[in-house]
């Protein structure tokens, strides 16, 4: 699993609900945090160096075609209530995803 940190400059409610929209249409795990200026993306697959700064990159424009001022942050900054929130996301998707598959006879 890999923590993704940005900051994004949203200056309204509707700034940081278009991000929220933009990564959730992309499917991707992540929390958008008004107040701080911050989002944080989760991926759970494992991934290499290199998959990882394409990662950060990719994340990276996606923020950005929002028309948002964007910048990658050292994940340090991510404050703890932030990375418990995504934990409790990333098991609500694992159970839905457990809950879909059908049940073995």
Known sequence: MTDFAYEVKMTCRGCSNAVDKALT????LHE???DDQLVVVRVEEPLD?????K???EILTIIRKT???TEV???SKIKEEVL???DAKAAEKAA???SDQPAKA
Request: proline content about 0%; hydrophobic content about 40%; aromatic content about 4%.
């Open 49 to 53: 160096k290199e998959a990882v700064e």
């Open 67 to 69: 028309g948002k001022l």
């Open 32 to 34: 958008v945090v008004f």
């Open 84 to 86: 418990k929130s995504l």
């Open 55 to 57: 990662k950060r990159e």
């Open 25 to 28: 249409k992309a499917g991707l």
């Open 73 to 75: 942050l050292n994940n």
């Open 96 to 98: 839905k995803v457990t």
